[in-house]
């Protein structure tokens, strides 16, 4: 933005260089009634908001953003030391001061470049960081909301990515854009398309990123993990997977270390203890984080039972899947978070 300290006589304009930050505007009136000092503001299309703070010396008697493509918005104030403000929707403008003698000044947000979206636009982000489907299911949905406000329109694209997982393969590779109307703070959704085949692939995974938000601050997560399992695969033990209640049940943990920028979940160690418990470990083999024990208990309530407990306070997901029927159960802890006990005497209505 190319701000400019403007000093009025009755004659002659002079412009200088402001030194204050680049959102600063700064305008001194001097000479007869009628004068007027005026600033070129560049945006990059969204909102304007203004606030002009008069010094105290003598008296402004208006302020006004012209727009030269989508409107006007004015305000005034008479008195020394009075605000005047407005917020205006414009894809460029011209700040004009009236006045007959003193001076203004006050910050000026500018749309498109320091400013950013306007009040109220609010931020879009996706609802989770970790979706997971099953191959068979065909499709797998990702929300993305808009919280903290739905003042003007806003945007964001999205875009399907490889991770273990490849596009044109394993899923149908998918980018666009969703957009909310002024008013507008329904959640969207992106879906994504599923190829199942024969193959026995275990699970893979591919992201779904967010990028390039209008109109509304980009959010977090802006990255989902989607976790895609094959339900034609038995189980197979691994360094990542345990295998319990008799083999049939497979189970992973991943996990998020704190601090970690990319947003990304990392496999937890799988080390089996009996045939219907394990433990996981994320740092380091000699410190266990979390014990997941899956039982069999159809002969007392027709369900199979999952408990777990962790010794961590990191972001964690265990994932639990019956390889026989293909249900899947998911049990997530929060960033910094002690974990809590889990359990479920109710995850799986498979029996037998």
């Known amino acids: ?5 403007l000093f009025l006589s009755a004659a002659v304009l002079l412009l200088l260089p402001l030194a204050a930050s680049a959102d600063d505007f700064s305008a001194q009136l001097a000479g007869t009634g009628g004068a007027q000092g005026f600033a070129s503001l560049r945006t990059g299309g969204g909102q304007i908001t203004y606030s002009i703070v008069t010094n105290g010396i003598g008296d402004v008697t208006g302020a006004s953003v012209a727009g030269v493509a989508l409107g006007a918005s004015s305000a005034t104030g008479s008195a020394a030391g009075s605000v005047v403000s407005g917020v205006t929707d414009l894809a460029g403008a011209t700040l004009t001061v009236d006045g007959s003698s003193g001076s203004v000044s006050g910050p000026v947000v500018l749309a498109g470049e320091s400013g950013g979206p306007g009040p109220g636009a609010g931020t879009v982000q996706l609802a989770a960081a970790l979706a997971t489907a099953l191959e068979s299911d065909g499709t ?4 993305v909301t808009r919280t903290g406000g739905t003042t003007g329109a806003a945007s964001v694209d999205f875009t399907v990515e490889d991770g273990t997982a490849t596009g044109g393969v394993d899923f149908a590779p998918a980018a ?8 507008d703070g329904a959640a969207k959704q992106i879906v994504v398309t599923l190829t199942e085949d024969e193959d026995e692939e275990g699970a893979e995974t591919f992201e779904v990123a967010l990028s390039d938000a209008t109109g509304a601050q980009l959010g977090s997560p802006a990255t989902a993990t989607v976790t895609v399992l094959d339900d034609d695969s038995p189980c197979v033990e691994d360094a990542t997977t345990l295998c319990l209640a008799g083999g049939r049940f497979e189970v992973r943990a991943t996990f998020d270390p704190p601090n970690d920028a990319d947003e990304l979940f990392d496999a937890g160690q799988a080390q ?3 045939a219907d418990t394990g433990y996981f470990w994320f740092f380091d083999a000699a410190n266990v984080e979390v014990v997941v024990k899956v039982l069999d208990a159809c002969t007392v309530n027709q369900r199979v039972w999952v408990f777990a407990g962790g010794l961590t306070d990191v972001a964690t997901r265990i994932t639990v899947r019956d390889t026989l029927r293909g249900p899947v159960r998911e049990y997530e802890n929060p960033q910094q978070t002690a974990f809590q006990p889990i359990q479920d005497t109710a995850a799986f209505a498979t029996c037998p």
Not at 140 to 143: A, D, E, M, P, Y
Not at 176 to 183: E, N, P, R
Request: aromatic share 4%; no cysteine.
């Open 1 to 5: 933005m190319n701000v400019k300290r």
């Open 176 to 183: 666009g854009t969703l957009t909310w109307a002024d008013g």
């Open 140 to 143: 797998v949905t990702l929300t």
């Open 272 to 274: 089996p203890l009996t």
